[in-house]
């Protein structure tokens, strides 16, 4: 008996910022930077949302394209993000009440840097598979915050994708998934701090870069494949050139890699970044197609997953709410210092 | 029942009053009263105050005892009764103090109304406004006062045509008005590019379709009308009130471009006194905003439906037109110390009816009108006086 | 905004519980106790029953002097909304250029930060309307 996805959903904030609008603000050649990061623009959330709405809006897309579903047999929902609004305080009891699972049900957040959505795709993996509930619900959401002038202001950005996992209705089987983890420190926030810090060029090849090639090649010995055998592969995105650099390090090409890659105009959603990439693909996949998708979190670790649609894609209303590629293009560009308003980077009056 | 007249009013400066304080206000306009009645203060049986939020502009509930023992009363130990109702409250305060002499319980009863406004910010007076709107289903989804006034005037453009133009030709003419009217906020005229140029509030609103935030209070004696001849040659007799609420939320009103409590507190008022909208000659209607002395011109059946703004516009509730509406200036130019609005606009009818309304007099009033609203709609008031001569 | 006056609303706030008249059948949003309608006739006969969350706008205003928790988002447009179902609310339609809005605009329901209290304190969450697509 096999889990997987029973349906899906995904949300993008509709704001952008161009590197080009950052780079003018710090003195930094911006379009040169998003040119080098291959990121053309960036979302950014609007002042009343947060990972919290974001993983309410991805939750109740997925459950709109299955009507079958009620959320009442969704048995987990975990929420994985570096950016909860609350230090302490689920998001996904929330999330679980807005979509009305609550309240028979478990409920927790996770954090892994980039790959908390992902850890909790496998936990409700293994907890259906253990009969412990029907349907877990596993949602990767963030409104990560780069530093104000730091690099990774070009592609903290945000979004929201919310897997429904079971081992009935399915619309693509997870045949196969494994994690390769170890302790490199690489990105990190420490607590009450407000941005986060990086160890620079150490976050490639010592971190993203051999712990997503060494899951993708255990993925790969696994199921027994080659990369020739997919017909998408997505891979984290911290920006638009580790992962086309790491797939066809890997043996993928550009065409496998272009749908999930949505990196290029949203830039890096975190806990979001590879699941709204699967989102993608699931929006226009086709019964009897293999993705292929290694996740990465800093701090550090991947999760890989070789999945295969299934016919029940077909059973599902695709159509219902809006696609990504729709939510992509859905764009108001602001200037940096709204960004800044509305990222709360300037300092206000108390009261 | 026994008829009421009025015998007394006061009133204090409106606008800014930084060196006063509620209470000082209160004692003010009530003391002013007090003397044009020339009355005792032996005299009076109760007090009766209009108040819609001390508690939250100036921290202080219980005003009703507070102002009588600063007024000297503390050792006549008199019934002090607070009433509240939104913007209404001194309306309504009017109407029980009225009751209560019909009933015979008291002969006379001074009436006041006040609110001290400034004590706070602007933003922290703006939410405090809002607090007579649905708090839970209304503001905490970021409807402001002036939003939902402003969400009626776009549907009543909508649907019967009013323009920006004619909201504003609201404006202009009641700061015309307030301009002859010593104790006003504003004495200054304005034009209709003048408002129409003013900063945007909530769109189509803009800064001068909104009354200001004022200090001020205003205070009336009633005494039975058997007696009120003892004191003055010139009562003015209450003849008909009318009140009447609605759903709280604009949202949940059979229609947004009609208030229906202004409607049946009208019909209700005008059925007591046995007179119809022709036969007033002077009204002060609750102009909060410009759109809501053109739905209460219309409610009130001085116009026929829809055509409140273009009426404004051709001067038809101008000071001495059809039906001199706002002379006082109105809450917009008079201002508006929420509380003491509906005593205020009694102030102004007696002060007409009596002949006594200086360069704003108008000729020949017998009938006058007070239209007060609390919140949105929820409550109206309406009060018709005439001269017991 | 103390937190049980808020958390007691979230069945509303969040999924648009409404109540519908077991007499009349009419909806009603929040939830009643009393047909406005029907009155004695309908006690004990009020049934929870949610909206589908999809309206089109029968009148709006873009806030310009906004209250703290809209402060950020101002000028902002509000709404009161027709729902399918017949009764109306009023909420801050999101994600509508200010020159786009207009009478008869189909709206759905999206889910948004309504407030907090102040920056250590509890969120607040609800519904507001946004373009419907």
Avoid at chain 2, 8 to 27: A, H, M, P
Avoid at chain 2, 239 to 254: C, Y
Avoid at chain 2, 290 to 310: Q, W
Avoid at chain 2, 331 to 342: E, I, N
């Amino acid at each position: 008996m096999k889990a997987g996805i029973v349906s899906y959903g995904g949300y993008v904030p509709r704001y952008r910022i161009l590197p080009k609008e950052i780079g003018a603000v710090w003195g930094v050649d911006g379009e040169a930077m998003g040119k080098g990061l291959n990121i053309r623009a960036k979302s950014v959330p609007g002042p009343d949302e947060d990972v919290i709405t974001m993983s309410v809006e991805a939750a109740r897309a997925a459950l709109k394209k299955a009507p079958h579903l009620d959320p009442k047999d969704i048995g987990a929902i975990y929420v994985g993000s570096e950016s909860h609004p609350y230090a302490v305080k689920p998001s996904a009891t929330i999330v679980a009440e807005a979509i009305e699972a609550a309240p028979i049900m478990t409920a927790a957040d996770y954090e892994f840097a980039c790959k908390a959505g992902t850890a909790a795709m496998q936990s409700t993996m293994g907890l259906t598979l253990s009969d412990m509930y029907r349907y877990g619900l596993a949602i990767g959401a963030d409104t990560s915050q780069g530093a104000p002038g730091d690099a990774l202001e070009y592609s903290a950005s945000a979004g929201a994708a919310a897997f429904v996992i079971g081992k009935d209705h399915l619309i693509a089987s997870i045949d196969q998934t494994i994690s390769y983890t170890t302790d490199t420190p690489d990105f990190w926030r420490r607590e009450g701090q407000a941005y986060p810090s990086h160890g620079g060029r150490f976050t490639g090849e010592p971190a993203y870069f051999k712990h997503v090639v060494s899951c993708a090649n255990l993925l790969f010995k696994r199921a027994g494949t080659r990369p020739e055998d997919y017909d998408f592969a997505v891979f984290h995105q911290p920006n638009g050139k580790f992962p086309v650099r790491v797939g066809k390090m890997l043996g993928f090409t550009d065409k496998q890699m272009d749908t999930g890659l949505l990196v290029r105009e949203i830039g890096n959603t975190y806990s979001g970044a590879i699941m709204v990439g699967l989102c993608a693909i699931l929006d226009i996949a086709k019964p009897g197609n293999r993705i292929f998708a290694v996740g990465y979190g800093s701090g550090a670790g991947s999760d890989g997953f070789d999945i295969t649609v299934t016919g029940g894609l077909e059973e599902i209303d695709r159509k219902a709410g809006r696609t990504m590629r729709s939510m992509v293009e859905d764009v108001k560009f602001l200037d940096y210092a709204t960004y800044a308003k509305y990222r709360r980077k300037i300092r206000m009056r108390e009261g | 029942m026994r008829e009421v007249s009025v015998i007394g009013v006061g009133e204090t400066q409106f606008g800014e009053l930084w060196d006063k304080s509620f209470r000082e206000l209160g004692i003010e306009a009530g003391l002013r009263a007090i003397q044009d009645a020339e009355i005792a203060a032996e005299n009076v049986d109760a007090i009766y105050v209009g108040n819609m939020s001390a508690g939250k502009f100036i921290d202080q509930e219980h005003v009703a005892a507070l102002v009588a023992d600063y007024a000297g009363l503390a050792d006549q130990h008199l019934p002090t009764i607070r009433v509240e109702g939104g913007g209404a409250c001194g309306a309504i305060a009017i109407q029980q103090a009225a009751m209560a002499i019909a009933s015979g319980v008291h002969d006379i009863v001074v009436v006041g109304g006040a609110e001290k406004m400034t004590d706070v910010g602007d933003v922290e007076a703006a939410r405090i406004l809002s607090s007579t709107t649905d708090q839970e289903w209304e503001s905490v989804f970021g409807a402001t006062f002036a939003g939902l006034f402003a969400m009626m005037a776009r549907r009543h453009m909508f649907e019967y045509g009013t323009t920006r133009e004619q909201l504003a030709a609201v404006a202009v003419k009641n700061h015309k008005h307030g301009a002859l009217n010593p104790v006003a906020q504003f004495q200054k005229e304005i034009t209709v590019e003048m408002v129409l140029g003013a900063p945007r509030v909530a769109e189509p609103l803009g800064v001068f379709d909104c009354a200001p935030l004022s200090d001020g209070a205003a205070a009336l004696v009633l005494c039975s009308r058997d007696k009120a001849r003892k004191f003055t040659d010139t009562p003015i007799d209450l003849i008909g009130t009318g009140q009447a609420s609605d759903f709280l939320a604009v949202h949940d009103r059979r229609e947004l471009t009609t208030m229906d409590a202004t409607v049946i507190a009208g019909k209700r008022a005008f059925h007591a006194a046995r007179k119809t909208p022709n036969d007033v000659k002077v009204a002060e209607v609750h102009d909060n905003f410009t759109i809501s002395e053109i739905m209460a011109i219309e409610d009130l059946r001085f116009v026929p439906k829809g055509k409140g703004g273009f009426a404004t516009e051709d001067g038809e509730t101008a000071l001495n037109a059809r039906v001199s509406v706002n002379t006082s200036g109105g809450l917009k130019a008079r201002g508006y110390p929420v509380g003491a609005t509906g005593v205020a606009q009694a102030v102004e009818i007696v002060r007409q009816l009596r002949g006594e309304a200086g360069k704003r007099q108008v000729t020949d009033a017998g009938l006058g009108l007070t239209h007060t609203l609390g919140g949105t709609g929820g409550t109206a008031v309406v009060h018709l006086f005439a001269r017991g001569d | 905004m103390a937190i049980p006056r808020f958390w007691r609303e979230i069945p509303s706030r969040y999924n648009l519980v409404g109540s519908k008249c077991g007499n009349c059948g009419t909806l009603d949003f929040p939830p009643r106790l009393v047909c406005p309608r029907c009155g004695r006739r309908s006690m004990g006969k009020m049934e929870r029953r949610k909206l589908a969350g999809r309206g089109t706008v029968v009148s709006y205003t873009i806030i310009h002097d906004a209250p703290k928790d809209f402060d950020m988002m101002k000028p902002y447009v509000l709404a009161i909304v027709e729902m399918e179902e017949g009764l109306r609310m009023t909420s801050q339609v999101i994600d509508v250029e200010l020159g786009d809005i207009k009478i008869g605009m189909p709206v759905e329901v999206a889910f948004r930060k309504l407030g907090e209290e102040g920056e250590a304190g509890v969120i607040h969450y609800g519904y507001k309307f946004r373009p419907a697509r």
